[in-house]
């Protein structure tokens, strides 16, 4: 293989082996994967039956232009933010978008912050498209925040991109919209740095405040940031494969001409599903995340219970990421839970070694056994 093939990702890894002692017959519950474990709404469905009837012929590569309206409405909606038809694109999910715009933009050298914890597939993207991650380590005390201070220690003239992802995966951050104010005024002296907003997990919040997203808290970045959202954690549409990204128009027409060469559009049908989804009813994102919440909180109160374990709270998304007091090797102890029947993932796959991550995109009762297990084998353990 060529030396920018990535290593599988340590997420699937963990979840193949989970996958394979289960199949064995063996008691595993899995809190390895991000995947909700609901269903697309029925009125989403409806949309995607209806257009089996249809010619599922191609689309544009940036989208059918009924599903940027729709993004259209929900980003004017949702943040007051009034992107034109050209600076909306779409693709095979946020993932696709984001390689894309590594894959449109970067140089040799050229340099991407990623705050740690990242989400995995970050830095080997940056890799395979030939830049430089730059990783910034993050602390709990701060709520794994990137601050103003760490972020003008590392941004320089080679700094292409900075990776903003709130709420975060694993660690369910948010920022303010003065947190964010501060990070753009660092921003401000660098011209040549875009920022990528992943909100993927953006409508998964706890928090009762104000959300906001950098476009809006920051309008001077509004020509240099890339806000990436889809279907796949709010619609639980993880598989359909819908993504998109909106920024500035020429940002936006390298990313589409990147999708028009490797897989032309995202699905057809899908589109059509992700427009029914985005213009339906809205009512059941509130309903979903109080679920999420009651299992936030059901697993907190487990864990909270175990010396061992150190948590930050997390404000969004679905994932709780512990760090386990004096642990010399995250993998060897998550090979250990596997046994011991509960699957995470070590924190070293997300840039934080001593940590564990485990999804609550899962049943409360299996959930509160899985760290039920996990606290169990911690007290035998150490
Ligand atoms: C932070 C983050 N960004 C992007 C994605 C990719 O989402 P999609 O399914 O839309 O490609 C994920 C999926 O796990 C994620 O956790």
């Known amino acids: 293989m060529s030396s920018n093939t990535p290593p599988l990702s340590p997420i699937l890894l963990m979840a193949r082996r989970a996958a394979a002692l289960r199949a064995e017959g063996r008691d595993v519950i899995d809190l390895t994967l991000g995947e909700p474990d609901f269903s697309p709404p029925g009125h989403v469905l409806a949309a995607a039956q209806s257009g089996l009837g249809e010619k599922l012929g191609y689309s544009p590569s940036n989208g059918i232009p009924e599903l940027r309206r729709a993004i259209q409405t929900n980003l004017l909606l949702k943040h007051n933010l009034a992107y034109t038809n050209d600076q909306i694109t779409v693709g095979c999910g946020a993932k696709q978008v984001i390689f894309n715009a590594f894959m449109a933009s970067l140089r040799v050298g050229d340099e991407v912050i990623i705050p740690a914890p990242y989400w995995a597939s970050y830095p080997d993207m940056v890799r395979m498209c030939g830049g430089t991650a730059v990783i910034v380590h993050t602390a709990p005390e701060n709520g794994f925040r990137l601050t103003p ?11 292409r991109w900075v ?42 919040r706890y928090t009762s405040g104000a959300y906001t997203t950098l476009a809006a808290a920051a309008p001077q ?36 001409s990147v999708q ?95 940590h564990l991550r485990l999804s609550f995109a899962t049943d409360e009762a299996l959930l509160v056994e899985g760290c039920r297990r996990l606290v169990a084998t911690l007290e035998a353990n150490v």
């Open 149 to 159: 201070e760490m972020l003008a220690g590392v941004l320089n003239e080679r700094t």
């Open 221 to 256: 970045l509004f020509e240099r940031t890339l806000l990436v959202d889809g279907v796949s954690k709010a619609y639980a549409m993880t598989g359909w494969r819908v993504g998109w990204g909106c920024g500035p128009a020429n940002l936006i027409g390298a990313i589409t």
């Open 260 to 354: 028009s060469q490797n897989c032309t559009q995202t699905s057809t049908l899908s589109q059509l599903a992700a427009i029914a989804a985005l213009s339906g009813p809205q009512g059941f994102l509130e309903e979903r995340t109080a679920i999420y919440r009651q299992r936030r909180d059901a697993a907190m109160a487990v864990l909270r219970r175990c010396p061992a374990l150190e948590i930050v709270e997390p404000d969004g998304a679905f994932y709780l990421f512990p760090k386990v007091k004096d642990l010399s090797n995250d993998s060897k102890l998550a090979l250990l839970l596997l046994e011991a029947g509960v699957a995470t993932v070590p924190g070293s796959a997300f840039g934080t070694p001593g």
């Open 163 to 204: 990776v903003l992802n709130a709420p975060g995966n694993p660690s369910g951050t948010l920022y303010s919209k003065d947190e964010l104010q501060g990070l753009a005024e660092v921003l401000e002296g660098f011209p040549q740095t875009f920022v990528m907003s992943d909100d993927i997990y953006s409508h998964i």
